[in-house]
């Protein structure tokens, strides 16, 4: 038999249970034989056969040996060396490496996800782009921003790197001093329109989800929540 299992996040162990179905003249009645818990996060076990004792649920006497061969395809680790080019007013360019891991499944694409601040409303830059940077657009000046950006493969999104981004403040330029953000003056600039995440429209962004730090031009990675 094979049994093919997609989850959203891989736990510790699976429980593999035995079944047996008892007939009599009063009908059929399905019995718990036995049950096994099987790790899935120990590789050394990964494509191996190997066989597992299933015991009887309660005096845990041996009932029968369950052989199999357990593969797992996690999702791709996080994106490595996300950093910002090209920031705007209104728009900023994401930019990044693959991940270091795709246990085994190949990288088909990145997504992008985007919000106002810490708190808003996350909102779908980019479902998939094969491309290793990505252009916010429609942002609103001297804002900062919480993107998302994780590696998809067949087995599904990777793990997330998020980074907080500030866009320039009007009258910035480059060639000009690098101006001083107050994360206290950014949460009270509320745009005029848009949605909930504080952007123009959801469909003026063009990215997915990452975080990056304050400045202009630079990011900093931040710890993923576990989960």
Not at 11 to 17: E, H, K, P, R
Not at 68 to 90: E, F, K, N, R, Y
Request: glycine content about 12%; aromatic content about 6%; charged content about 20%.
């Amino acid at each position: 038999e094979r049994i093919s299992m997609c989850v959203e996040q891989l736990s510790a162990s699976c429980l593999v249970c035995l079944w047996g179905r008892k007939s009599s003249m009063f009908g059929k009645e399905s019995l718990l034989l036995g049950c096994r818990e099987v790790p899935l996060r120990d590789a050394a076990l990964h494509g191996r056969l190997a066989a597992w004792d299933i015991c009887e649920p309660i005096l845990g006497a041996e009932v029968a040996t369950l052989r199999m061969t357990l593969s797992v395809a996690p999702a791709p680790g996080p994106i490595q060396l996300p950093h910002l080019t090209d920031v705007g007013t209104t728009s900023l360019t994401l930019n990044w490496s693959e991940p270091v891991d795709d246990y085994g499944r190949p990288v088909l694409g990145y997504a992008v996800h985007v919000r106002r601040g810490n708190n808003g409303v996350w909102a779908t830059a980019c479902e998939s782009t094969t491309d290793k940077s990505y252009e916010l657009r429609g942002l609103h000046p001297g804002c900062m921003y919480t993107v998302d950006i994780r590696a998809v493969s067949a087995a599904g999104a990777g793990d997330a790197c998020e980074l907080e981004v500030y866009t320039a403040c009007e009258g910035y330029s480059p060639d000009g001093p690098m101006p001083s953000f107050d994360s206290r003056a950014t949460q009270d600039t509320e745009p005029q329109g848009g949605d909930d995440a504080g952007i123009a429209s959801p469909e003026a962004l063009g990215g997915s989800r990452q975080r990056g730090s304050p400045g202009v031009g630079a990011a900093s990675v931040r710890e993923p929540a576990v989960g």
